[in-house]
């Protein structure tokens, strides 16, 4: 069974830095396509960054050159590093896996979408203050 335990996450101030941690048990963690979603209350769940696996990258243009996204296999860890954090970046942020058995499209277009994902992490809540 999949699982996914986010960590990281934090109370900052506007400019400063986070590191999220996404811990993956229950399967081939290196077969997986993983990615970070968030979700602001009042507001929909979005793509953050995700990675497949083969190691290519998808950011949302909001966090380009801010986030980065990693990742560890022999310790089955998805990283997201956040800096630069603005008010904006607040958000309950979540960790999700997609399904190995499902085919990878061409491209990169479906990483930040949600429905592109199976599995989810409980969340990790982010806030930053002005």
């Known amino acids: 069974q999949v699982q996914l335990v986010e960590s990281g996450g934090g109370s900052v101030q506007a400019g400063g830095s986070l590191r999220l941690s996404c811990a993956a048990s229950g399967y081939t963690y290196s077969r997986y396509c993983m990615g970070w979603f968030r979700q602001a209350p009042g507001k929909e769940r979005e793509g953050v960054a995700a990675?497949?696996?083969?190691?290519?990258?998808s950011y949302a243009d909001s966090v380009k050159g801010r986030f980065t996204i990693s990742q560890d296999n022999a310790k089955n860890t998805l990283y997201l590093q956040m800096n630069s954090l603005k008010p904006e970046d607040t958000a309950m942020y979540y960790c999700?896996?997609?399904?190995?058995?499902?085919?990878?499209?061409?491209?990169?277009?479906?990483?930040?979408?949600?429905?592109?994902?199976?599995?989810w992490g409980q969340g990790t809540q982010v806030t930053v203050s002005s």
């Open positions: 990675v497949t696996s083969d190691g290519s990258t």
């Open positions: 999700a896996a997609r399904d190995s058995r499902r085919a990878i499209p061409v491209g990169t277009w479906w990483l930040l979408l949600s429905h592109s994902f199976d599995f």
